[in-house]
């Protein structure tokens, strides 16, 4: 069999990442710092913004498969996905400014009701954004192996994009001399990102080339239940996510549990202190050392292993770890509590991290063209929107959740770490550690009946793939 010719080079792969880290940016500022927005400065009431955070964040979700289906059916000389990564980026940016913008309310209905259209807007574009950024690894490349690379560097930009904001902010925040966040802090920070966002987005777009052509292809509403229920690859990759929804409320409530469970510190040689909301940037540290090695770890054992074993073995990792490093901080020894204790089990825990984001990237590009093997249609526009669907009502419930565990713990926005109680702190920790421990567990029960990387599927889809691209080089 000839060799595949290489399409995608390292410079390529980390234009495609940057664009990934510019929008999930975005998303990171969102899922850390919405909720303690609402609470310290709107005022909002933390339980019931998890509840409107929760239902339209599944309202807006069912946006997803007719974008979807909006992109399966385009065709654009540019490519698939890329007229609509540029169409979708401004919006998006715009949209997460409007949401840190503090308006004076004149009563609490009208309050909730602007935080709820708001949170509907900002997933729907948030969605035609992410479906076709996220889509863009199946075109780039027929090389399995290279869109393997490609999703390990993208996967590891992408966690650094969602933890960035727990460090952004903080920094904002010195610059401005303020010792918490105020709303000034909080409309410069989503300024600053969404510039961001739209630059990296840019270069994306521009230096990126979709390589795997296809032909338009519209589904029904109908069809499309169809292709989620009849693909069990793709039900596969939904469940995973489903049923892993916890595994980062971390990262949605870190604010919060930043604010609970340490005191202010003082960084030795630079005469600054962080306390309270700016707090995050501890934990985050904390957490983005051992992730980012994961994540770079990931691909490396997933080619020596398959994406199936590497991910049931960090996922046993992760479960035992988290949820024994919660029950020694609820019922061991105190120093568990202590800054060091804390950093440590940042340090341990998020290794657990890696295979999260690189798992469903792999396996749903691996779908996308064994879909197409076995009906000869290709879909990406539908089976990432059903990625995007699961990532998102994932989401939804791990804010929900993580937010309300946080609200019923009795905390609140404006309270200081001398009004915290240890009820409180082991309630916010069950949320912080517990959950996604738990969360991982339950993830790997799907993940026990996936079959794309077995040795004799692979020849078969490497075989197809080979002869395709063959036939679009003859023409």
């Known amino acids: 069999m000839e060799k595949q010719k290489k399409t995608l080079t390292f410079g390529k792969i980390l234009i495609y990442s940057v664009g990934i880290f510019g929008i999930q940016l975005l998303v990171g500022y969102i899922n850390t710092y919405q909720s303690q927005f609402y609470t310290s400065v709107l005022a909002a009431d933390l339980t019931k913004c998890a509840v409107i955070i929760l239902a339209a964040k599944i309202i807006s979700s069912f946006a997803d498969p007719i974008i979807g289906n909006i992109i399966d059916s385009a065709h654009f000389k540019s490519g698939k996905m890329k007229p609509f990564i540029a169409m979708s980026i401004l919006p998006f940016a715009i949209i997460t400014t409007l949401m840190f913008v503090a308006f004076d309310f004149k ?19 948030m969605s035609f954004a992410d479906i076709p950024s996220q889509g863009m690894l199946a075109v780039l490349s027929s090389s399995s192996e290279e869109k ?13 994009a969602l933890v960035a904001p727990n460090m952004f902010v903080p920094v904002i925040c010195t610059l401005t001399g ?4 105020t709303k000034k802090e909080y409309l410069i920070s989503a300024l600053v990102m969404g510039a961001i966002a739209i630059v990296f987005t840019g270069i994306m777009i521009k230096g990126s080339t979709e390589v795997v052509k296809s032909e338009p292809n519209r589904m029904s509403l109908k069809v499309m239940a169809k292709e989620l229920f009849s693909n069990k690859p793709l039900m596969i990759i939904f469940l995973i996510n489903m049923l892993g929804f916890g595994r980062n409320m971390s990262i949605s409530i870190g604010v ?11 960084i030795p040689g630079l005469g600054i202190t ?7 940037i501890i934990l985050g540290v904390g957490a983005a050392i051992p992730s ?13 292993l398959g994406v199936k074993r590497t991910f049931m073995i960090f996922g046993v990792y992760g479960t035992i770890v988290a949820m024994g490093y919660y029950l020694l901080f609820a019922f061991g020894p105190v120093w568990f509590h202590s800054l060091l204790g804390i950093i440590i089990g940042q340090f341990v825990i998020n290794f657990m991290f890696g295979p999260h984001g690189f798992a469903p990237l792999i396996m749903l590009s691996d779908a996308v063209d064994y879909r197409e093997m076995t009906t000869g249609k290709r879909t990406e526009g539908i089976q990432y ?4 669907l699961s990532i998102k009502l994932a989401n939804a419930f791990s804010v929900a959740v993580g937010i309300f565990l946080v609200g019923i713990s009795g905390y609140v926005g404006t309270m200081s770490f001398a009004e915290v109680t240890p009820h409180m702190q082991n309630v916010v920790m069950a949320a912080y550690w517990f959950v996604p421990g738990l969360c991982t567990g339950l993830s790997m ?22 002869k395709r691209d063959s036939k679009v080089d003859a023409k």
Not at 152 to 159: D, E, P, Q, T, V
Not at 385 to 388: E, I, M, N, R
């Open 107 to 125: 009563s609490d209905a009208a309050k909730y009701a602007y935080i709820t259209v708001t949170t509907v807007l900002w997933n729907i574009a």
């Open 148 to 160: 393997n690379s490609c999703a390990g560097i993208a996967n590891m930009l992408k966690s650094l």
């Open 178 to 181: 303020s010792a918490v966040i």
């Open 256 to 266: 919060q549990a930043a604010a609970v469970l340490l005191d202010e510190v003082t």
């Open 274 to 280: 962080l306390a309270g909301e700016n707090l995050p």
């Open 292 to 304: 980012t090695l994961s994540v770079v770890l990931t691909p490396l054992i997933s080619k020596k």
């Open 385 to 388: 929107s059903v990625l995007s």
């Open 445 to 466: 029960i799907p993940m026990l009946f996936y079959k794309l990387d077995r040795k004799d599927v692979r020849a078969k889809m490497n075989e197809f793939i080979a």
